[in-house]
């Protein structure tokens, strides 16, 4: 079977393993890896040369496990495929994503607002406790769009670049963002290289993932968002996926939030009717039907390899 045919049949395996088991209710491996990155962080984050600091950190957290990913898959043969399947289940969070986007969506358009306020600090790091339920679906649908790049999208892509160990890289480095990444005076410098490698990581992805979206929503909506809004957002990647996102839907996000008990005016994405529950489930919906375009174009691209290498 060609290396690459044989790559999509995993990449499809893995895909069912997330949608079948979800990530790990317990002993989740990210649980121990984000312990392991702040003992790195609290032993190597003081004193000078910050970034030096911060680079060595990320090398230390990151390389030993990719390294010994590739190890494994080397061996080839079914420990290869094992291998494969294990780590993108592991990298992906496309079930979890959708249940947490649900547990928030559900209450809301029950009118249950203290509990859709509840779920939705779950998935956003804002301050929730007195948002409107505009503001709770518009936090909701902002998270389930640009989670789409980091939990699904771009862990595809780095699988079918790299197998496992790709898709590996990709989780571990967008976690460390998320924990060193932050303009604080602490992280700045020492999270620097975290931030960037993550940039860097899901810059093509994020604009596949943008592209996906505007396919399968309001094509040319979603593009004008995408080129006119997207470079307007601080994060190079989240910019273009949320703008797209909400082009897509027709929905207006961005805009005032709350953040560490001050109001933060952020850009404004997509343009249309102010989001609600039945917007949280559209984002849903759109995340679900972009992993079948991509299951289904992965698989596709397999069969034909495969046809070319026996006509």
């Known amino acids: 079977m060609p ?9 499809v395996a893995g895909v069912l393993l997330d949608r079948l088991f979800g ?31 911060g680079a060595l950190a990320w090398t230390l957290a990151v390389l030993p496990w990719v390294l010994v990913a590739l190890w494994f898959r080397a061996l080839g ?14 990298a992906l969070g496309a079930r979890s994503l959708v249940e ?4 928030v969506a559900t209450p809301l358009r029950a009118g249950d607002l203290p509990e859709a306020r509840r779920r939705v600090g779950w998935i956003v790091s804002r301050d929730t406790a ?10 909701g649908t902002e998270s389930v769009l640009e989670n ?15 197998g496992g160990p790709g898709a590996l890289l990709f989780r571990l480095a967008n976690t460390l963002d998320a924990m060193w990444g932050y303009r604080t005076e602490r992280h700045l410098r020492f999270g620097r290289i975290a931030a ?28 004008h968002c995408w080129r006119q809004q997207g470079p307007g957002w601080k994060s190079p990647n989240a910019g273009p996926v949320m703008a797209a996102g909400a082009g897509a839907l027709r929905v207006q996000l961005g805009g005032e939030a709350p953040y560490h008990g001050a109001m933060m005016q952020r850009p404004a994405l997509g343009g249309g009717t102010p989001p609600d529950a039945a917007s949280l489930f559209a984002a849903i919906a759109l995340v679900n039907r972009a992993l079948v375009l991509w299951v289904s174009l992965s698989a596709l691209a397999g069969a034909l390899v495969w046809a070319l290498n026996h006509a």
């Open 23 to 53: 990530e790990p209710r317990r002993y989740h491996p990210l649980v121990g890896f984000g312990a392991l990155a702040a003992a790195l962080e609290r032993r190597l984050n003081h004193g000078g040369h910050g970034i030096a600091r």
């Open 148 to 162: 789409g790049n980091d939990a699904i999208f771009g862990a595809l892509f780095w699988f079918l670049v790299a």
């Open 196 to 223: 960037r490698v993550d940039d860097i990581l899901g810059w093509l992805p994020a604009r596949l993932t943008a592209l996906s979206y505007a396919l399968l929503g309001h094509t040319r909506h979603a593009l």
């Open 3 to 11: 290396p690459f045919t044989q790559l999509t049949l995993t990449l």
């Open 100 to 103: 947490h986007a649900r547990a």
């Open 130 to 139: 007195a948002l409107s339920p505009t503001q709770v679906a518009a936090a």
């Open 77 to 90: 043969g079914l420990v290869a495929i094992a291998i494969d399947m294990i780590l993108l289940w592991f």
